[in-house]
T-cell receptor
Framework: DTGVSQNPRHKITKRGQNVTFRCDPI?????LYWYRQTLGQGPEFLTY????????KSRLLSDRFSAERPKGSFSTLEIQRTEQGDSAMYLC??????????????FGPGTRLTVT | AQRVTQPEKLLSVFKGAPVELKCNYS??????LFWYVQYSRQRLQLLLR??SRESIKGFTADLNKGETSFHLKKPFAQEEDSAMYYC????????????FGQGTILTVHP
């Protein structure tokens, strides 16, 4: 499968613990996005990387959230001191740099986080 | 601020009937509009985008700037069209980030 991959697919954690998710985009896609989706809602933008640079962050991304893309390839999203309100599906998407397909975002399967 | 509204959370039609999924948006500039679809147990994927003016799987969508709408239409629904549909907007200077509507679950009955 050469699509966007995310790990883990599911994560159950206790309130107050830290969690880290990983996203591997499609090769040569220089744009990478993180979204969060709660039940009954559409995905909400969290942050955007172009290569290794984090160019935009949503106000939804509190100080407990941090994202990195150190070498412009895979990305990680860390949530510190998790709260029950963090329970959601975390989606990663990537997009190529050139051509018409740069408008299309390719989504991963998501990581479902449950905070107990 | 940009916003996307999909007024119907659920939409049911019978096979062969026309279907229209509504989408309205709010954006001060010139937006790029998309429809994304999520079939059961599959990941979110692009269905169509307004700039390409194409028909995918029999679906079309026309951007109406006067009414700020981007409704998705298909003249004859098929059972395999049953899925969650999201309308999404990308503003011109926002690096392509998408603002999604809440989604519409389409069920096509045999």
């Amino acid at each position: 499968d050469t699509g966007v991959s995310q790990n883990p697919r599911h994560k159950i954690t206790k309130r107050g613990q830290n969690v880290t998710f990983r996203c591997d985009p499609i090769s040569e896609h220089n744009r990478l996005y993180w979204y969060r989706q709660t039940l009954g809602q559409g995905p909400e933008f969290l942050t955007y990387f172009q290569n290794e640079a984090q160019l935009e962050k949503s106000r939804l991304l509190s100080d407990r959230f941090s994202a990195e893309r150190p070498k412009g390839s895979f990305s990680t999203l860390e949530i510190q001191r998790t709260e029950q309100g963090d329970s959601a599906m975390y989606l990663c998407a990537s997009s190529p740099p050139k051509g018409q397909s740069r408008y299309e975002q390719y989504f991963g399967p998501g990581t479902r986080l449950t905070v107990t | 601020a940009q916003r996307v509204t999909q007024p119907e959370k659920l939409l049911s039609v019978f096979k062969g009937a026309p279907v229209e999924l509504k989408c309205n948006y709010s954006y001060s500039g010139s937006p790029e509009l998309f429809w994304y679809v999520q079939y059961s147990r599959q990941r979110l994927q692009l269905l169509l985008r307004h700039i390409s003016r194409e028909s995918i799987k029999g679906f079309t969508a026309d951007l109406n700037k006067g009414e700020t709408s981007f409704h998705l239409k298909k003249p004859f629904a098929q059972e395999e069209d049953s899925a969650m549909y999201y309308c999404a907007l990308s503003g011109g200077t926002s690096y392509g980030k998408l603002t999604f509507g809440q989604g519409t679950i389409l069920t096509v009955h045999p």
